[in-house]
Structure formats: structure tokens, C-alpha cells
């Protein structure tokens, strides 16, 4: 079974840095496509920052340049780098897998291609 784990959210004021962390257990992590979803309070699940099983990487328009995805095959861990944070960034961020390749039939950026979730991480950016 698929676990993942999201560590690392906090409070920050306006121009601060974070970094998430989603430790993953009881798969082959490398094959699968993994991304950051956040979620505000009364707003829909959006995609933030993907690794498909290919390694190609992909983000929200508003949060290029600011934000940086990575991982540590060896240690079965995706990184997300937030930098610049700005008081809209405010959410709950969840790590998703999809292990089937779904997403290839609609969007990295749909919530339903992915079939594993961890349970999230408060990020909080003050002005």
C-alpha cells in the first residue's frame, strides 16, 4: 500500500521560504508521477508543481519562477522549494501519486488522475 507523508508547512510572512517535504513508502517510487496540490478554504483543489514518470517537470503559472519541485530517489522523497511567498500561497498543500499513468488522459492537473494522497500541510503566509 501507498503512503505518503507531507512535512514541513509552517507560518510565514509576505517573502518568506518554505520547504515541503513528502516522504513515500510501499511502492517503486520512480515510476510513478508525483505533484504538489493545494487547497484554501472554500476555493477547488489546484495543481501546483508536477515530476511525471519521466522526469519532466511542470508548474501553475502562478507559482513559476517562485517555486521549485525535486526529488531524492534515494530517500523516496519529493521536495517542494517555496520562495517569494505571497498571502494568496496560503492553503493546505497535499502530495498526490498517480501509479497508473491517468493523468496522461486528462492533465497533470487533475486531482482525479492521481490515486494516493497524503494528509496535507497548513502553509500560512502573513502580509
Known amino acids: 500500500k501507498v503512503h505518503l507523508v507531507e512535512s514541513g508547512g509552517g507560518s510565514v510572512q509576505s517573502g518568506g521560504s518554505l520547504r515541503l517535504s513528502c516522504k513515500a513508502s510501499?511502492?517503486?517510487?520512480?515510476?510513478?508521477?508525483m505533484g504538489w496540490f493545494r487547497q484554501a478554504p472554500g476555493k477547488e483543489r489546484e495543481g501546483v508543481a508536477f515530476?511525471?514518470?519521466?522526469?519532466?517537470?511542470t508548474y501553475a503559472e502562478s507559482v513559476k519562477g517562485r517555486f521549485t519541485i525535486s526529488q531524492d530517489n534515494a530517500k523516496n522523497t519529493l521536495y517542494l522549494q517555496m520562495n517569494s511567498l505571497k498571502p494568496e500561497d496560503t492553503a493546505m498543500y497535499y502530495c498526490?501519486?498517480?501509479?497508473?499513468?491517468?493523468?496522461?488522459?486528462?492533465?497533470?492537473?487533475?486531482?482525479?488522475?492521481?490515486?494516493?494522497w497524503g494528509q496535507g500541510t497548513q502553509v500560512t503566509v502573513s502580509s
Open positions: 510501499g511502492y517503486t517510487y520512480r515510476t510513478y508521477s
Open positions: 498526490a501519486a498517480d501509479s497508473s499513468g491517468s493523468w496522461r488522459g486528462s492533465s497533470l492537473f487533475n486531482p482525479r488522475a492521481y490515486n494516493y
Open positions: 515530476i511525471d514518470e519521466d522526469g519532466t517537470i
